[in-house]
T-cell receptor, first 114, second 112 residues
Framework: NAGVTQTPKFQVLKTGQSMTLQCAQDMNHEYMSWYRQDPGMGLRLIHYSVGAGITDQGEVPNGYNVSRSTTEDFPLRLLSAAPSQTSVYFCASRYEGFKGNEQFFGPGTRLTVL | GENVEQHPSTLSVQEGDSAVIKCTYS??????FPWYKQELGKGPQLIIDIRSNVGEKKDQRIAVTLNKTAKHFSLHITETQPEDSAVYFCAAKEPDDYKLSFGAGTTVTVRA
């Protein structure tokens, strides 16, 4: 299994540009989520999904959109990038059930908005 | 929603000494408490977790303790080694919620 994969690893955008951060998992996990990591602020939840066609907002959703058309993929879209969105973004997936709740993280995307 | 506080934010220990990180949570209904280790340039990885029906869990040099009454849980690393240097995150999960609530993280440095 490849686990959770993210692309790209690094990205530089100009203010106002849009882009999509890709995330895929091959573990057939129903739950997927996106976090951003900023110094001293831990991991903050942006959006999450509990299955194909179902998404919901986390604690910092403004400026981001998500969709979940398949179990495997959960892309994160920045509609109009702002310098405040400079951060490291992590995608994660998890099995929900009696087998356990281990959450697997991808390697991250480091985004800089100029 | 759940609120998790983590202390200290940074921790420097001599190789071979023990390290302890403490977290408190706000929702007494939370029943799952994982700890993640994040090495430089990588995503967080689960190192140990504990459920609310257990007071302590050990895995080689790491252990987690849970005090449900006081609503806090701690990570203990014994005989620290240079490869233990990383950022550690605690988290808590409520039973009827999909979301994990994370602490702000602790940067652990093991001095040789």
């Amino acid at each position: 299994n490849a686990g959770v994969t993210q692309t790209p690893k690094f990205q530089v955008l100009k203010t106002g540009q849009s882009m999509t951060l890709q995330c895929a998992q091959d573990m057939n996990h129903e739950y997927m989520s996106w976090y951003r990591q900023d110094p001293g602020m831990g991991l903050r939840l942006i959006h999450y999904s509990v299955g194909a066609g179902i998404t919901d907002q986390g604690e910092v959703p403004n400026g981001y959109n998500v969709s979940r058309s398949t179990t495997e993929d959960f892309p994160l879209r920045l509609l109009s990038a702002a310098p405040s969105q400079t951060s490291v973004y992590f995608c994660a997936s998890r099995y929900e059930g009696f087998k356990g709740n281990e959450q697997f993280f991808g390697p991250g995307t480091r985004l800089t908005v100029l | 929603g759940e609120n998790v506080e983590q202390h200290p934010s940074t921790l420097s220990v001599q190789e071979g000494d023990s390290a302890v990180i403490k977290c408190t949570y706000s929702d007494s209904a939370s029943n799952y408490f994982p700890w993640y280790k994040q090495e430089l340039g990588k995503g967080p990885q689960l190192i140990i977790d504990i459920r609310s029906n257990v007071g302590e869990k050990k895995d080689q040099r790491i252990a987690v303790t849970l005090n449900k009454t006081a609503k806090h849980f701690s990570l203990h690393i014994t005989e620290t080694q240079p490869e233990d240097s990383a950022v550690y995150f605690c988290a808590a999960k409520e039973p009827d919620d999909y979301k994990l609530s994370f602490g702000a993280g602790t940067t652990v440095t093991v001095r040789a």
